[in-house]
């Protein structure tokens, strides 16, 4: 057995390139001014931008796996406070964002806060918040048997909800329907036309699997060390996932706004083998001249995707003339000279790279910000 790893390059790396792209595909402009696999699948199917999310609750797990022991040498009490303030600031931040930027002009021309009945409770930090609460205290008190047991019966049983409680439409499955009795219309999305929210609170049950599967990787590189043997368990782990989630898609699609349980396997058999892919060129071939940019990402990962979210935000508010910020630069920058969809992906690479640019000042500083 190798010597215990205390941090993986690896894992650092996939976290970081795991951001960038999220904030790449966050500036998409629309279905007929972006690539194909910069857009999330209309429904059903799967495209690159669907698999962003879960690998950041994947990577979330990876780096539960170095830190969670700290934690519980602390004792019950100190880790259940840890783990509940942790998941209270990251839910916090993400209900804070969509409240953003807090104030509105009323019909009397005056300034006032925009009222907290319509503000959208979930989103994609709330769950991130919630599947990692869940995950630690699973772990914690279940340990990784209970851990296992936990992500069968889960994924089992949203199968089962969401078969005799709905149907797999969007107005008709069971994840709606809970949000509209629990939450209310106002507080839901309103992006796919009618009120739906794609990080509901029934959906996050199978979202844990997710973390739940990056701890055991991260755990098998951890005690293992990123060898040949864990190349191969995570490569061989990552095939069989993936064929059970092809699969199961016949009767369970795969479905990123539902969350499907083919999905959650279908993700985490992807971040698998990018991470075992990862870790032989980074570790066994010791190809590590470019990892230095995603690691940038990988060390401010929360605060540079709470900055990219506000600026992009900012960008829709401000105007000029009769159009947004984010249209006006899109024009006038990118797409007169480049054409829709290269102008697009031009406008959001760039928009990427200064979010690295603030990275690596913060990160040549040694600033660091976590939660």
Known sequence: MSALVQRSEAIDVLRGMTLALMIVVNMSISEDKSYGPLLHAVWHGLTLTDLVFPTFLFVVGTAMSFTLEKYQNLGHAALVQKVFWRTALIFLCGYLLYWFPFVEFDKAGQLALLPLAKTRILGVLQRIALAYGLA??????????GAIVFSVVTLLGYWWIM???????LGGNAAVKLDLYLLGEAHLYRGEGVPFDPEGL???LPSVVNVLAGYFA??????RGPGFESIAKL???GAVLIALALCWSAVFPLNKKLWTSSYVLCGIGVDLCLLALLVYVIDVLALRRWTYFFE??????????????ILMSTL?????GKLALFDWLYLNAFQWWAGDKN????????FMLGCWQIGYVMDKKQIYIKL
Do not use: C, P
């Open 218 to 223: 991260g755990r098998l590189l951890r005690d």
């Open 136 to 145: 630690a205290l699973l772990l914690h008190y279940g340990k990784q048997r």
């Open 316 to 320: 829709w508010l401000g105007h000029v």
């Open 163 to 169: 078969a005799v409680a709905g149907d797999y439409t």
């Open 202 to 204: 029934l959906g996050t």
């Open 343 to 350: 102008g697009s992906l031009l406008f959001a690479l760039v």
């Open 235 to 237: 490569m061989l782990w």
């Open 296 to 309: 940038v990402f990988g060390k401010n990962t929360l605060f540079i995707y709470l900055l990219a979210e």
